[in-house]
């Protein structure tokens, strides 16, 4: 358990790093086709559903990998 909570914080750290000195990395996160984001004077909606299909088959992908 010790171990996946390292790999975890490892993985945070470097998605940290990389959001602080290359934004542009993660400019397509957001902005995929099938994104909702609704726009008025006064608030802001933003659902990101493609974002987060593609996100969760790359996470289950990779989880099925490591456990074999």
Same mark, same amino acid.
């Given at each position: 358990?010790?171990?996946?909570? #390292?790999?975890a914080?490892? +993985?945070?750290?470097?998605?940290?790093v990389?959001?602080?000195?290359?934004p542009?990395?993660?400019?397509?996160?957001?902005?995929? /086709?099938?994104? +909702?984001?609704?726009?008025?004077?006064?608030?802001?909606?933003? #659902? /990101?559903?493609?974002?987060? #299909?593609?996100?969760?088959?790359?996470?289950s992908?990779?989880?099925?990998?490591?456990?074999?």
């Amino acid at each position: 358990m010790a171990r996946w909570f #390292i790999i975890a914080g490892a +993985i945070l750290v470097t998605v940290g790093v990389l959001m602080h000195f290359a934004p542009w990395l993660f400019n397509w996160f957001g902005r995929l /086709p099938g994104d +909702i984001r609704i726009e008025s004077e006064r608030s802001r909606v933003f #659902i /990101p559903i493609t974002s987060m #299909i593609i996100l969760s088959v790359v996470l289950s992908v990779l989880l099925s990998f490591f456990r074999r």
